[in-house]
């Protein structure tokens, strides 16, 4: 049976909402999603490369037929799994163009769709997005050397673009300490449950996740411990008169912090429901300064969503 006591759910669009954002900035587009690749080998002396149009995150593992596709490329030095894991999803180029400038003879334009196939991980307390392998679907005209030096380019930029997603290990609940977290990529979402400390590693097998953009879940347990930390602050607040008797959804806030901003936690007069809002936020390195993202987005957890 399943177990969590807080999961942070995002969806594709939510990922996508902060690539587009990050595509529409000249400054951001000029510096991340084109350049110049000098080569020097096998008669191809650089390659001007740009991505045409915003990558789209496809919240999927690889299906076997793309993981053992003889065109997948792993850079050297690289091992690719043997199979896909539950942790991995899809980032799709849908065009990239590409101008290979040769030592001797005319410049050979080329235009390649790929499919990057990426995996989420923890490391020291950090949750990171990084490239794994990438597919080049249906290419034609390109020499075997050719593909190899674009998959390479496709693998490094868009493992850079990834790394500029600053998503939470989890939700931080003043005076809560919670596990590791769990991750799957499953139903179209990402997904990463954490269980207070006490309560061990948690368990995510089998879970329905609800289908909204980015959402929070938290369950009884942690459901439980902030109202009992929290109930002192509730009836002062009732006893002073400060809720409107005909008002039933009075809410007292209370801050959250941990890599989502402006986030506030509300436990409301129907307990033991929780409401809570924050900002999402993708940032890439842009020279020397960093450009912030937002996507704004709404959050709600409720103890009649969870297990």
């Known amino acids: 049976m399943s177990s969590y006591d807080v999961a942070l759910v995002l969806d594709a669009g939510t990922l996508n909402q902060g690539m587009a954002q990050l595509y529409a900035n000249a400054q951001a587009k000029q510096k991340l ?59 799709q180029l849908a065009s990239v163009s590409t101008t290979f ?42 020499t075997e050397f050719m593909l190899q030096v674009i998959c390479g380019i496709v693998y490094t930029k868009v493992q850079a673009l990834l790394q500029g997603y600053q998503i939470p290990p989890s939700i931080t609940v003043e005076g809560q300490s919670f596990t590791p977290p769990v991750m799957t990529v499953t139903g179209a979402h990402l997904v990463l449950a954490s269980n207070l400390v006490a309560n061990g590693t948690p368990d995510i097998s089998g879970v329905q996740w609800p289908q909204q953009a980015l959402g929070v879940l938290v369950g ?17 607040k009732m006893d002073a008169a400060q809720v ?23 436990v409301a007069s129907t307990l033991p429901n929780i409401n ?27 103890s009649n969503l969870l297990p």
């Open 33 to 91: 999603f084109q350049g110049v690749q000098d080569v020097g080998q096998m008669g191809i002396t650089s390659v001007n490369w740009s991505i045409d149009a915003v990558p789209q995150f496809v919240l999927a593992p690889p299906t076997l037929t793309q993981w053992n596709d003889k065109n997948t490329f792993v850079p050297s030095g690289q091992t690719k799994p043997k199979d896909p894991t539950d942790q991995m999803f899809q980032v």
């Open 244 to 266: 409107n008797a005909s008002d039933s959804n009075w809410t007292g806030s209370y801050s959250l912090d941990g890599g989502i901003s402006n986030a506030s936690i509300a």
């Open 101 to 142: 400038n040769m030592q001797s003879g005319p410049p050979s334009p080329l235009t390649f769709s790929f499919t990057l196939f990426a995996q989420v991980t923890v490391s020291n307390n950090q949750i990171q997005l990084g490239s794994v392998a990438v597919l080049p679907i249906n290419p034609t005209g390109a």
């Open 220 to 236: 009884r347990k942690l459901l439980t411990a902030l109202v009992a930390q929290y109930s002192g602050a509730i009836v002062q």
């Open 276 to 302: 809570i809002t924050a900002t999402f936020a993708a940032t890439a390195s842009v020279g020397v300064s960093w450009w912030l993202v937002p996507a704004a987005c709404a959050l709600e957890a409720a």
